[in-house]
């Protein structure tokens, strides 16, 4: 690994090094001018950027300039609320700019439903990210360059391994049984979460939050949309632009165990408890690491002669570090390169990719590659067509989740390996059910590999007869075939009890057609515009699937793969079909008048197969918005010198939720036992309903209100935007208990419902700007709360486990006890006195064994005197408050960039604490602060009580000491870039060379402590990973 990763840096400097030593040769002209408004006022400020670069200046107090450029270059001006203006060097030395004001921006344009509109004109909740701050965030998926940096929008990472998915809601979450995760759209047509497309290859990614934007997605709005719009070709020089960056990859902070002495003397402690609380003398024995007979045992397969004492173990420090056994530093590389140009009636695009990263467990694998074609064709003035074609290639190796947990217990009085180098597969002699975490690094014992391919495509055409009349028709297709094979021997670490050998093999094909029409009219007559847009929309979407698993005895010398299935005896096939198809009408219209009055409608109108026929059939999402540009008013003239915008925003609509499955309302049939037909001795398989139907079933649907305002101050260098919104949604899908008469127990229906508010603020500042410093500064926040209103029949709660729904509460829970730390000698006679003393008469009805010293102490909420339901409380998982904040600053070709990011207010379920209460002796438990009789106070009980009841005592209500605070806060990046100076590579014909390092997740804080990165939540599965990145990026 050290070898390879040497190689590959040497390869990726000696890349870098000629590419410096090549480019500082090259030579540039000299250019000079002012920048003034169209009164004449020198401009202070304004950016001189050579286009396609960041290479550039900024004007001075008398707006004069001064630039090295090269001959062939494009000038750039640009100054916030002005119109930019592009300029040719050429032969030109001295270029005089007039910029005309354009306080609103009122050309920028922002991505939403079936088409853009100017930013101005926006009545809704919509957030927009560009392709500068997607390109600098180093990550196989691009959305996570939306992570702190959207009010509104939560992405957590919940594992580190290789290519992992991205967990996402927009405003909280409303449904109980259906997904609460956006819609993503790539160039208008679904994808899913994760993108498998080269950030570079990104133009914006916009974010719909409220329901007057998503509406017009109907059924599929609910939760958000999120629109990714890839780069296209455009008029001008050909362009090339490649990107490479090497990341190198360790775990960040994350569960640890005992080690070494420490778990010697958990052990003698966990003894000396027992002891006392065998003879009721607390604090009296007195047991040494020596005393210990029963760790001379534990050391499994020791050669002969060479018999561990436990008083050499304690002294040698011999001890294992599972952990460190399992884990290796990932490396990831990626590159990719594009090319784009046009000409007066074609445009084109092309680009490819290749990511490979390595995960944090050995074995754990992710290797990548995509390409992106796009052509655009001007046949005539009046009719347009054009192509996109993405393609990947995705192929993973991983790791059994449960080999980190299994680390977590073994103990480390024991040996990893036998003198030989053989692994020692049960090191734990005394708990041999227990393998070796290593055990799947054995060849041939375990394989996981996933591979899948995508294909996506569309083909579009535009006619365009009159001006302002435009109709839009795209065919899309996509396709993604995917493989996944795993393979368990018996001596693995999820077999290794059975013993058996398992396998699976599963195929599968998921096909989408689209064919979307639109018909826009916009007009604008004296103060007056108008922008109508009318459409359908067909979609179909076959699923298929074929998938065998098999299983084999001990003797499996015939099957060392999941390909040979076919040589065991127990197989079991299974395949899958399903077929859905959704018809949509949809319309938008928006009226403004004298660009400070805007008022939008949309509707939609869906229906869908997966419905029964009848009124559920097809659903209608209207909506509705308004705004009012108040800056724009009489009154408000003398505030035009500071204030740059002012606009508040007020919408209403309806979005669905797909809930429903694609045969959700039929009945089922599922194959059954054997059976005996008319009292025969022959059986033979037979098929009974295992579901009921419910034809009656239809969409989940929400209800949203939004009030927003825009600002910005001092020719935009503050602004910003403030949103409160509040949401209702109705008709959840929810299990319903059937009646007693009923064959079947419960029945998929539409019987709940759910509530929601929330704040979210964006600001973005610009503290500093001058001719070769600048500060911007951008601040984001939100806050959300959700309540289950109500269940079905008058039912208040709905409790499976330590979760579920309780009316009146947030919808993402644990329910269970709270503890109170433990119990210390003396504790509970004092307190029975207390209780007694408040409930003359009374008697109490604790457990069996409960408020012996060194146990868990539960609060008796209600004071009745015994533990029980009505002791329970509400733990959300949701988080309260989500803080994001970036600061960049540029020094002449030099930039910083530091982004921050915290999550406040939710509980996690963290695996770790409650391991030693339901895992068996004589394994390893978490480094935690159990009791001991020192008459100090403990949060967790003494392990050493196991036998009841005191052990039932324990194990009772040890799930209550899981949960812990989710809050964090982390420095999430670190980036520091530099453009090589113009000097170097004009004559070369290079527009820019960037050169970049990256921290990533390298500092946390949590409640948790010791680094914990509790953005993955409690599991003790894979850690994150923290990177360190080095990239460049050359455009030509």
């Not at 993604?480 to 396998?503: L, W």
């Not at 127990?570 to 319309?587: A, C, E, I, R």
Request: hydrophobic letters at 35%; proline letters at 3%.
């Amino acid at each position: 690994m050290k070898k390879n990763f040497l190689n590959l840096m040497k390869r990726w400097l000696s890349l870098l090094i000629w590419t410096i030593s090549v480019c500082a040769s090259a030579q540039n002209v000299t250019v000079r001018g002012t920048v003034s408004d169209t009164s004449g006022e020198a401009l202070i400020g304004v950016t001189v950027l050579v286009q396609g670069s960041s290479e550039g200046t900024i004007t001075d107090v008398n707006g004069s300039y001064i630039i090295n450029v090269s001959p062939d270059a494009f000038l750039q001006f640009s100054y916030v609320g002005y119109i930019s203006q592009s300029i040719e060097v050429g032969n030109l030395r001295e270029i005089n700019v007039v910029l005309e004001e354009d306080l609103q921006t009122l050309d920028e344009v922002v991505v939403v439903g079936y088409g853009v509109m100017k930013r101005r004109d926006l009545t809704g909740a919509v957030s927009s990210v560009k392709a500068a701050d997607i390109e600098k965030v180093a990550s196989s998926n691009a959305m996570q360059a939306l992570q702190a940096q959207v009010p509104g929008l939560d992405i957590t990472q919940n594992d580190g391994q290789a290519g992992s998915a991205l967990s996402m809601t927009v405003r909280g979450t409303r449904s109980i049984s259906a997904s609460n995760s956006p819609l993503v759209l790539v160039d208008g047509v679904e994808y899913g979460s994760t993108i498998d497309i080269n950030a570079s290859d990104i133009v914006s990614i916009d974010v719909l939050k409220d329901a007057a934007s998503t509406a017009i997605y109907g059924t599929k709005g609910a939760n958000g949309v999120i629109i990714i719009t890839t780069k296209r070709g455009e008029k001008g020089k050909t362009r090339v632009n490649f990107n490479s960056y090497l990341s190198s990859n360790i775990a960040t902070s994350y569960a640890k165990p005992l080690f070494g002495v420490k778990e010697v003397q958990a052990w003698v402690d966990k003894e000396n408890y027992a002891k006392d609380l065998a003879s009721g003398n607390w604090g009296t024995s007195n047991l040494q690491p020596t005393d210990l007979d029963a760790m001379n045992q534990i050391p499994d397969n020791l050669p002969d002669g060479q018999q561990f004492t436990t008083g050499d173990i304690y002294a040698s420090g011999n001890y294992v570090d599972w952990l460190d056994h399992i884990l290796q530093g990932g490396l990831t590389q990626n590159y990719d390169i594009s090319v784009s140009g046009g000409s007066e009636k074609t445009n084109f695009s092309l680009s490819l990719g290749m990511m490979n990263e390595q995960g944090l467990l050995k074995g754990d694998e992710m290797t990548r590659y995509n390409g992106k074609i796009t052509l655009d064709h001007a046949i005539n003035k009046y009719v347009k067509v054009g192509a996109n074609i993405m393609y990947a290639l995705r192929s993973q190796d991983s790791r059994n989740s449960s080999v980190f947990g299994q680390a977590l217990k073994m103990t480390s009085v024991s040996r990893a390996y036998n003198e030989d180098g053989s692994l020692v597969y049960t090191p734990n002699a005394l708990y041999k059910a227990h393998v070796s975490p290593l055990a799947d690094d054995v060849e041939g014992v375990w394989s996981k590999n996933n591979q899948s391919t995508r294909f996506f495509g569309n083909v579009y055409g535009e006619v365009s007869p009159v001006k302002g009349l435009l109709f839009r028709t795209m065919i899309n297709l996509s396709r993604r075939n995917g493989r996944v094979g795993n393979y368990n021997d018996y001596m693995s670490v999820a077999n290794y009890q059975s013993p058996k050998t398992t396998m699976s093999l599963e195929y599968s094909m998921n096909t989408s057609y689209v064919w979307d029409n639109t018909l826009t009219y916009n007009t604008k007559i004296d103060m007056h515009e108008i922008t109508a847009m009318v459409g359908t929309s067909a979609q179909q979407s076959i699923s298929e699937g074929m998938s065998a698993s098999g299983q084999a005895g001990i003797e499996h010398y015939y099957a060392s793969s999941f390909y040979d299935i076919s040589k065991v005896g127990m197989v079991t096939p299974s395949s899958s079909y399903t077929k859905t198809s959704q018809l949509s009408f949809f319309g938008r219209a928006v009226y403004t008048y004298a660009d400070k009055y805007t008022l939008m409608a949309t509707m939609r109108r869906d229906g869908n197969s997966t419905l029964s026929a009848g009124n559920n059939k097809w659903g209608n999402f209207p909506s509705v918005g308004a705004n009012w540009r108040i800056n724009e008013e009489h009154f408000m003239e003398g505030t035009k010198d500071w204030m740059s915008n002012l606009k508040i925003r007020a919408t209403w609509g309806i979005s669905g939720n797909p809930a429903v499955d694609a045969y959700g309302t039929l009945p089922n049939l599922s194959s059954q036992a054997l059976y005996y037909y008319y009292g025969g001795s022959d059986s033979k398989a037979g098929y009974l309903p295992s579901k009921m139907g419910n034809p009656n079933l239809k969409w989940e649907t929400t209800k949203a209100s939004n009030f927003g305002l825009d600002f910005g101050f001092l020719k935009n260098r503050i602004s910003g935007s403030v949103d409160y919104y509040i949401t209702h949604t109705d008709d959840l899908i929810y299990l319903k208990t059937a009646p007693a008469s009923s064959v079947f127990p419960s029945v998929m229906s539409n019987v709940g419902s759910t509530k929601g508010s929330g704040l979210e603020i964006a600001i973005n500042t610009t503290p500093v700007l001058t001719k070769n410093f600048t500060w911007n500064a951008n601040f984001s926040y939100s806050t959300s709360t959700d309540e289950v209103v109500y269940l079905t029949d008058g039912l208040n709660r709905n409790i499976v486990g330590t979760g579920g729904q309780i009316v009146g509460e947030p919808v993402n829970i644990f329910y269970n006890y709270k503890a109170e730390g433990t119990w210390n000698v003396g504790e509970w006679e004092e307190y029975q006195t207390a209780w007694e003393a408040r409930h003359p008469g009374e008697s109490m009805e604790y457990m069996n064994g409960y408020g012996t010293p060194g146990t868990i102490k539960v609060a008796d909420l209600d004071d009745n005197g015994k533990i029980d339901d009505n002791d329970k409380i509400v733990y959300n998982r949701s988080p309260k408050h989500i803080f994001g904040m970036n600061n960049t600053v540029t020094y002449k070709n030099l930039s910083l960039s530091v982004q921050l990011y915290a999550r406040l207010g939710g509980y996690m379920s963290y695996g770790l604490n409650g391991q030693m209460y339901f895992e068996p002796q004589w394994q390893n438990w978490g480094d935690l602060d159990y009791w001991i009789p020192d008459g100090k106070s403990h949060r967790f009980p003494n392990p050493g009580a196991t036998t009841d009841p005191y052990k039932s005592v324990n194990t009772t209500y040890a799930s209550a000491l899981l949960y812990e605070k989710a809050d964090f806060f982390k420095i999430k990046d670190i980036t520091l870039t530099y453009n090589l100076p113009k000097t170097w590579i004009s004559n070369l014909h290079i527009d820019n060379v960037r050169i970049y390092g990256q921290l990533k997740n390298y500092l946390t804080w949590s409640k948790v402590g010791d680094g914990y990165d509790s953005e993955r939540g409690g599991s003790t599965s894979f850690p994150l990973a923290k990177q360190a990145v080095i990239g460049l990026n050359i455009q030509f």
